[in-house]
């Protein structure tokens, strides 16, 4: 049995956590401007690029993000597709993100009046302007809340990739405990890291709700 002291357990965790994080960054801004591309397919006037979209969602979020994960690093493989667990832990969750945040968004969008379209096209806007100059702008305000904290849920996502091979905070936490059988302590540490890269994030989310309420019974 190895021999790991409580700094060497917390280095390596931290360590570890780092790639935690910047997985879950790239994740999240690739799936955000996926997303982006999404969302102006979604509320498309063209009925078959909708459609497309919604199957797309449907697909993303009616299958577990384990076995996204499995069929990206397992079934890409077998079609002549090698793929390290960096590269389709990176896809798959920029794909899973993507797919969220689209839905959330487009709901934001929807809950614009649609006098606010009616608008931009009595001034002669396409659609696609009329989305990017009137609509969003005030969709984005409601959607600010509801992006942040669907962040939170990326960052936990993260642990999954630990099935495949990546390693981050959980694969990590696994490795040591199985050196050192001390799973309690080692996994609680670990969840404390989690915590402390979710919390802030979860307080600012209801920080925004909050300030996002106050600024509509004005």
């Given at each position: 049995m190895m021999e790991f002291t409580l700094w060497d357990i917390a280095?390596?965790?931290?360590?570890?956590?780092?790639?935690?994080?910047?997985?879950?960054?790239?994740?999240?801004?690739?799936?955000?401007v996926?997303?982006?591309i999404l969302l102006a397919a979604r509320v498309s006037p063209l009925p078959w690029l909708r459609r497309v979209v919604v199957l797309y969602v449907e697909l993303f979020q009616g299958t577990p993000l384990l076995m996204q994960l499995f069929l990206a690093f397992f079934g890409l493989p077998?079609?002549?597709?090698?793929?390290?667990?960096?590269?389709?832990a990176t896809v798959t969750l920029t794909l899973y993100t993507s797919a969220y945040l689209a839905d959330i968004w487009r709901g934001c969008v929807e809950a614009v009046p649609r006098g606010q379209w009616?608008?931009?096209?009595?001034?002669?806007?396409?659609h696609t302007q009329q989305l990017r100059y009137i609509v969003w702008p005030q969709a984005r305000r409601i959607a600010t809340a509801p992006t942040v904290g669907f962040l939170v849920?990326?960052?936990k996502s993260?642990?999954?990739?630990?099935?495949i091979g990546f390693v981050e905070l959980t694969k990590t936490g696994t490795m040591i405990t199985n050196?050192?059988?001390?799973?309690?302590?080692i996994y609680g540490m670990v969840a404390l890291l989690y915590f402390a890269m979710c919390f802030p994030l979860t307080?600012?989310?209801r920080s925004l709700e909050r300030k996002a309420r106050v600024g509509q019974h004005r």
């Open positions: 280095r390596n965790l931290l360590l570890a956590a780092r790639w935690t994080v910047l997985l879950s960054l790239i994740a999240f801004v690739c799936g955000g996926v997303g982006l077998l079609m002549g597709i090698d793929v390290s667990p960096w590269v389709a009616a608008a931009g096209a009595s001034l002669g806007m396409t849920q990326v960052v993260t642990a999954l990739t630990s099935i050196a050192v059988f001390r799973p309690f302590p307080w600012y989310a």
